[in-house]
């Protein structure tokens, strides 16, 4: 059975940091692209950040400079440290797999809560 566990969320003033794990059972990420997206309440879920297999990375505009995405195919687990965060940072963050067009795999989610 494959699944994504995400961790490391939580509540954090504004300027702080956090890192989220994204640990993957059952399938080796080692092909896949991984996304991490966010979804704030009454809004779409967005792309964050995302990592092809080999390495190449894209950030969404508001995010570049104070995230960054990376993974450890050894560990089976990619993450995402998130630096700066401000309050508009909150949401809902859940990872995928992505192989081409086809998204293999989603997480649960963790909440990642920015107080001002």
């Known amino acids: 059975q494959v699944q994504l566990v995400e961790s490391g969320g939580g509540l954090v003033q504004a300027g702080g940091s956090l890192r989220l794990s994204c640990a993957a059972s059952g399938i080796s990420i080692d092909i896949y692209a991984m996304g991490w997206y966010r979804q704030a309440p009454g809004k779409q879920r967005e792309l964050v950040a995302a990592t092809t297999s080999g390495g190449i990375t894209n950030y969404a505009d508001s995010v570049k400079g104070r995230f960054t995405i990376s993974r450890d195919n050894a560990k089976n687990t990619g993450y995402l440290q998130m630096n700066s965060l401000k309050p508009e940072d909150t949401a809902v963050y859940y990872c995928?797999?992505?192989?081409?067009?086809?998204?293999?795999?989603w997480g649960q989610g963790t909440q990642v809560t920015v107080s001002s």
């Open positions: 995928n797999l992505k192989y081409g067009s086809i998204i293999r795999a």
